[in-house]
């Protein structure tokens, strides 16, 4: 069974920088399409980055854009998404999620059927 567990939430104040990491365990994560979610209380879980096993594709929401990373090490099963200049709205709990066995990234919340327990990001202001 695959379990992924992400790290490196916490408190931060605002233009703050924060990186989380994903690493999957207990299935091989080749041609694995992973991506971050968020989701903030009273709020749908939205996409926030995806990034394809080559990592050759990747796609940002456009609120992120221009701040946040996000990267693969295939050779860890680790995923990571830097996260620079935060502001208080992206205060939420990020879960990473994993497509097995579906290589590109995906950028609807059905179209991943692994996730990780979350990690909550807050931004003061």
């Known amino acids: 069974q695959v379990q992924l567990v992400e790290s490196g939430g916490g408190l931060v104040q605002a233009g703050g920088s924060l990186r989380l990491s994903c690493v999957v365990s207990g299935r091989t994560f080749s041609n694995t399409g992973m991506g971050w979610f968020r989701q903030a209380p009273g709020k749908e879980r939205e996409f926030v980055a995806g990034?394809?096993?080559?990592?050759?594709?990747?796609d940002y929401v456009d609120s992120v854009k221009g701040r946040f990373t996000i990267s693969r090490d295939n050779a860890k099963n680790t995923m990571y998404l830097q996260m620079n200049s935060l502001k208080p709205e992206d205060t939420a709990v990020y879960y990473c999620a994993a497509r097995l066995g579906a290589p590109q990234l995906g950028t609807s919340v059905s179209s991943y059927g692994d996730w990780g327990q979350g990690t909550q990001v807050t931004v003061s202001s």
């Open positions: 990034i394809s096993w080559s990592s050759g594709n990747i």
